[in-house]
């Protein structure tokens, strides 16, 4: 299973909001220009993270800006508020075969290893903020 792009899409609005709006009113047709997706996209992206607290819209063509410092949101917030992942990371076959050995126990010998993984992929989203990403995205400017 794929984390949908919404998460990157959230990312990129987020920093394009940081990066471009000391310049510009960060409209969705802005964002929509630098992602390069539908504005519509954008504007679902926005209802999220305006609910999760990162955001602030104006009605109309009034412009997003951000509600929360860079330092204070990791990706792994970012990650949550965008619902990219619905339920577990990995999805499980549904039916295993419980009368072959192999398909009666492949959840025992697979469940724990496949949520520890999912654990360090999100404790890595956990130990990078926006405010780091702005960071590294000015040493490559």
Request: hydrophobic residues 45%; aromatic residues 6%.
């Amino acid at each position: 299973m794929k984390i949908t792009s919404r998460f990157t899409v959230a990312v990129h609005t987020l920093l394009a909001i940081h990066i471009l709006g000391q310049q510009y009113k960060m409209t969705s047709e802005l964002i929509a220009s630098s992602v390069n997706v539908n504005p519509v996209i954008i504007r679902r992206t926005l209802q999220s993270l305006k609910a999760a607290g990162f955001v602030e819209v104006k009605a109309g063509s009034g412009g997003a800006t951000l509600a929360k410092p860079l330092g204070e949101i990791t990706l792994y917030d970012v990650y949550r508020a965008v619902d990219c992942v619905e339920g577990e990371l990995f999805h499980f076959h549904e039916n295993p075969n419980p009368d072959c050995p192999v398909g009666k126990n492949i959840h025992a010998l697979l469940d724990k290893h496949l949520a520890d993984a999912q654990l360090a992929m999100e404790q890595s989203l956990r130990s990078v903020t926006l405010a780091d990403l702005a960071v590294e995205y000015s040493s490559i400017q």
